[in-house]
């Protein structure tokens, strides 16, 4: 384990966070409620904390290797989330260490879970904050550090590969550096996008922020306790869907319609999925809830903006849907386990994962009667890799595993039913942020223990990061020096 290379990388990464809290401390002084102070006294102590290693750690292996970089990547975001709560603390917001780190943890990983019981205590400077953690995590720390500070090591690639969403990783340009830029640049066109759109259908410009980061990095912290609801606007509505819909695609698609126009991207299968998976769930939806509405207007209206909530993992609500029939439930349900694409700023298993795996299994179907035949698994036109096939399958399996043993340790404490524990540990997992029963949309993580508190971290951190870079912190050969 290069020590040094890592701990150079993970006070960079510090010193970023120290940078993007910067906007958060404008808008205190703006608004003068008095959270100032908390915010300026966060950037002191990262900085005293961060601004030496930064200089002292001078590496002379600055080549670095795959363990290092799920070991920068975990640890970054753990670091991350320890500072990004204490403007809660400090600010008496969140005086209690596990609620802080919760709603940090949450922030970051883009959950939306929230520990909340009082929105109207929040001040401005810590509402954009609590908000701007979506945005900053949303892209990724490490992909935000690199398009910032390229130069910060070699064979960065094992950075962003730890912390990209989906099964495989696919740089825009040849550089990493640059292609961090590119992604960066077309994640901030459409947020400041959705921001102009929501003033225009009536928003004031904090909510607007507040709302538009959230949907960019699909974590879906508002700064109302009826969350998206509060505005009963159709026109909110409609901007906040079509928006979360297009941050749950690949962001290298928008870059290959810029360069290469609209060809490649009918042959994308992934998307081809994504958007099936969107449009079959408002169909179904739409359908089953006309009665509970009392019209088709409604219930579409309403339909469409939970789908896209729950597919792109952002967690905003305009209704109780926790009080829906058990069939519209389930299909949200499953919706939080599909997530969206690969690629995007969503959570959950990912659609690529999903198709594949529904093509594994057919081929698995196929084989008890042609055991014989080649039948490769064709995904973009390609030949998928039997060893990325086994990769999916494994995924798969221990992504399920994590939400069972997730919902037992957060079952533990004993304090609510089989459905409200289940939904909390897949929503974590899932990184969506509402889940069923007391963590319904209605509701909150609130009323769980400390205990229960850290697992949900745990749980969120390991969805946001794909699993592997949290579990590779427990296995003793990570810190082994040869």
């Given amino acids: 384990m290069n020590i040094l290379l890592v701990l150079r990388m993970l006070c960079s990464i510090l010193l970023v966070e120290a940078a993007s809290m910067v906007p958060s401390l404008g808008i205190s002084l703006y608004y003068g409620d008095g959270d100032f102070l908390p915010l300026l006294y966060t950037v002191g102590l990262i900085l005293l904390v961060s601004l030496p290693g930064f200089l002292l750690a001078r590496p002379a292996d600055r080549n670095l290797r795959g363990r290092e970089g799920f070991v920068v990547v975990a ?60 945005w900053v995590g949303g892209m990724g720390v490490l992909v935000l550090t690199l398009a910032l500070l390229p130069k910060i090591s070699d064979r960065t690639a094992h950075l962003v590969r730890a912390e990209s969403p989906g099964p495989s990783l696919s740089k825009i340009v040849p550089k990493m550096g640059e292609s961090a830029k590119i992604l960066y640049i077309i994640y901030i066109i459409l947020t400041l996008a959705e921001f102009v759109c929501l003033l225009l259908v009536g928003m004031s410009p904090f909510d607007a922020g507040i709302h538009a980061l959230g949907t960019a990095g699909t974590g879906g912290f508002s700064n109302y306790s009826d969350s998206v609801a509060h505005f009963r606007s159709v026109g909110v509505d409609v901007v906040m869907t079509v928006f979360m819909i297009l941050f749950g695609i690949n962001f290298s698609i928008y870059y290959f319609i810029h360069v290469r126009g609209w060809k490649d991207i009918r042959e994308n299968d992934e998307l081809k999925w994504y958007l099936a998976i969107v449009f079959i769930a408002i169909f179904l939806l739409t359908v089953i809830l006309v009665p509970y509405y009392g019209s088709f207007g409604a219930s579409l209206r309403y339909a469409s903006f939970q789908t896209a909530s729950i597919v792109s993992t952002s967690g905003f609500a305009t209704d109780n849907f926790d009080l829906w029939p058990v069939q519209a439930k389930m299909i949200l349900f499953v919706l939080t386990f599909i997530g969206s694409c690969a690629g995007s700023t969503a959570g959950g298993m990912k659609v690529i994962r999903v198709a594949i795996l529904w093509k594994q299994t057919k081929r698995e179907i196929r084989r008890t009667f042609q055991p014989r035949k ?60 509402p889940g069923f029963g007391a ?6 993580f609130a009323g769980y223990g400390p205990f229960a508190k850290l697992i949900s971290c745990f749980l969120m951190l390991a969805g946001r990061l794909e699993l592997f870079p949290m579990l590779v912190l427990l296995h003793p050969y990570v810190w082994k020096k040869s």
């Avoid at 963590?439 to 909150?444: D, E, M």
């Fill in 75 to 134: 640890l970054a975001w753990i670091f991350m989330s320890i500072f990004g709560a204490l403007p809660f603390i400090f600010s008496g917001f969140l005086p209690h260490f596990a609620d802080a780190f919760f709603e940090s943890v949450s922030g970051f990983t883009t959950t939306g879970a929230t520990v909340v019981a009082h929105f109207e205590k929040m001040t401005h400077g810590i509402a954009f904050w609590r908000s701007f953690t979506h």
């Fill in 374 to 433: 080649v039948q490769p698994i064709r995904f973009d036109n390609k030949t998928v890799d039997e060893n990325m096939l086994h990769s999916i399958a494994v995924f798969g399996f221990s992504y399920i595993m994590i939400v069972i043993l997730g919902a037992f340790a957060i079952a533990m404490e004993g304090k609510y039913d089989l459905i409200t524990n289940l939904t909390a540990s897949l929503t974590c997992v899932s990184n969506v942020g």
């Fill in 439 to 444: 963590v319904g949309p209605a509701g909150s």
